[in-house]
């Protein structure tokens, strides 16, 4: 068993925290929270889907274990601690075998909700049977499994899918990006607050401008009608609404690849056009590549895979690789070297020599 890492905590609320309203439901309370920590929504989402299962699990564990059951069996976060946590991911672990990355986004969770909800910090977690992370050979399409699977992607969609494979992005980089941070002129996509919240620049494939400046031309359009009939606002990363009341309105900060509805924004209430939604362009992937008869478990983010790969074996350099993908280390953009048509140096198999 290997302890967990557990940042250093303080056992009250910082000054910056904020405390929850008491007469809210539990769940409300962590939300409120989770909105003044200004956490994502799908992180939100997350973070309140692992606390539900917290909670359950050990409702269930007593239920199992046939001890006194008050309160229904149910217990509040507060009146446990470590070892509850410890035992529930372990539990992850070892009995659902979930990946590391799945435990380790329930035990930061965890963190938050003791360390930002509750006020006190968790100490080390030493009990925790970690997931162990093992070296997977990513997906990648060859150039001309690509290029049939855009050929059965519909029309509709196919500029985005070119621009995913063109540009290396990750699929929400795509759909979250703004007008402002396509620049026609020098040829460029700026990335704004990527994996690790960081900034990244990539390239614009030239072959796609005619079509990503008519896409321009559509946003334009649909932000002008938005605008005549009342609406237009977008959300804004962070305190921008704040610092930029009127930003939200312009053209600039919409998004490049907008939904064709109007619909509501829950964190405020207000009607706004969101981006395309991820689900119904995986959905879109998955019909493309059964129409295209591929047997890879091909998702949207082989397309990133394929690009890196694509440009190694066309003999761009590895660092030069690393920075259009975002790598905060070279090592991780090495994989690719195992699924080039070329790994390493060329070795042919000794039947072809």
Same mark, same amino acid.
């Given at each position: 068993?290997?302890?967990?890492?557990?940042?250093?905590?303080?056992?009250?609320?910082?000054?910056?925290?904020?405390?929850?309203?008491?007469?809210?439901?539990?769940?409300?309370?962590?939300?409120?929270?989770?909105?003044?920590?200004?956490?994502?929504?799908?992180?939100?989402?997350?973070?309140?889907?692992?606390?539900?299962?917290?909670?359950?699990?050990?409702r269930e564990?007593?239920?199992?274990?046939?001890?006194?059951?008050?309160?229904?069996?149910?217990?509040?976060?507060?009146?446990?601690?470590?070892?509850?946590?410890?035992?529930?991911?372990?539990?992850?672990?070892?009995?659902?075998?979930?990946?590391?990355?799945?435990?380790?986004?329930? *035990?930061?969770?965890?963190?938050?909700?003791? &360390?930002?909800? =509750?006020?006190? +910090? !968790? %100490?080390?977690? $030493?009990?925790?049977?970690?997931?162990?992370?093992?070296?997977?050979?990513?997906?990648?399409?060859?150039?001309?499994?690509?290029?049939?699977l855009l050929?059965?992607?519909?029309?509709?969609?196919?500029?985005?899918?070119?621009?995913?494979?063109?540009?290396?992005?990750?699929?929400?980089?795509?759909?979250?990006?703004?007008?402002?941070?396509?620049?026609?002129?020098?040829?460029?996509?700026?990335?704004?607050?990527?994996?690790?919240?960081?900034?990244?620049?990539?390239?614009?494939?030239?072959?796609?401008?005619?079509?990503?400046?008519?896409? *321009?031309?559509?946003?334009?359009?649909w932000h &002008?009608?938005? =605008?005549?009939? +009342? !609406? %237009?606002?977008? $959300?804004?990363?962070?305190?921008?609404?704040?610092?930029?009341?009127?930003?939200?309105?312009?053209?600039?900060?919409?998004?490049?690849?907008?939904?064709?509805?109007?619909?509501?924004?829950?964190?405020?209430?207000?009607?706004?056009?969101?981006?395309?939604?991820?689900?119904?362009?995986?959905?879109?992937?998955?019909?493309?590549?059964?129409?295209?008869?591929?047997?890879?478990?091909?998702?949207?983010?082989?397309?990133?895979?394929?690009?890196?790969?694509?440009?190694?074996?066309?003999?761009?350099?590895?660092?030069?690789?690393?920075?259009? *993908?975002?790598?905060?280390?070279?090592?991780?953009?090495?994989?690719?070297?195992?699924?080039?048509?070329?790994?390493?140096?060329?070795?042919?198999?000794?039947?072809?020599?």
């Open positions: 068993m290997n302890a967990a890492r557990v940042p250093p905590q303080r056992s009250h609320f910082p000054l910056e925290a904020m405390v929850p309203n008491p007469k809210l439901k539990f769940a409300e309370q962590c939300r409120e929270v989770m909105r003044f920590r200004r956490l994502a929504l799908r992180s939100e989402q997350a973070y309140l889907d692992w606390i539900k299962r917290f909670i359950v699990f050990h564990k007593a239920e199992g274990e046939q001890r006194k059951m008050e309160n229904g069996g149910w217990r509040h976060p507060k009146d446990m601690g470590e070892r509850e946590v410890e035992a529930f991911l372990t539990h992850l672990a070892v009995q659902l075998k979930v990946s590391a990355s799945t435990q380790n986004q329930a *035990l930061n969770a965890l963190v938050f909700l003791y &360390r930002h909800v =509750l006020g006190r +910090g !968790l %100490g080390v977690l $030493e009990g925790v049977e970690r997931a162990q992370r093992l070296p997977r050979v990513p997906v990648v399409l060859s150039k001309a499994e690509v290029q049939r050929a059965a992607v519909p029309d509709k969609h196919r500029l985005f899918f070119q621009f995913l494979y063109g540009t290396g992005l990750r699929l929400m980089e795509g759909l979250r990006l703004r007008v402002k941070d396509v620049d026609f002129e020098r040829n460029q996509i700026i990335v704004r607050g990527g994996k690790g919240d960081k900034d990244r620049v990539t390239m614009l494939p030239d072959s796609l401008k005619g079509g990503l400046e008519a896409q *321009l031309q559509k946003v334009k359009m &002008r009608q938005d =605008l005549a009939d +009342g !609406l %237009g606002a977008v $959300e804004l990363p962070g305190a921008l609404k704040l610092k930029y009341p009127n930003a939200e309105r312009e053209l600039g900060w919409q998004w490049f690849w907008p939904a064709s509805t109007i619909s509501v924004d829950p964190a405020d209430g207000r009607r706004k056009r969101y981006h395309l939604h991820d689900t119904s362009i995986q959905k879109v992937m998955l019909a493309a590549v059964r129409l295209c008869g591929l047997t890879k478990p091909a998702t949207c983010h082989t397309l990133r895979h394929s690009f890196a790969t694509h440009l190694l074996e066309n003999g761009y350099d590895i660092r030069t690789v690393q920075d259009l *993908l975002g790598h905060k280390d070279v090592t991780t953009t090495q994989i690719y070297t195992h699924v080039m048509q070329k790994p390493g140096l060329g070795v042919r198999s000794p039947l072809d020599a």
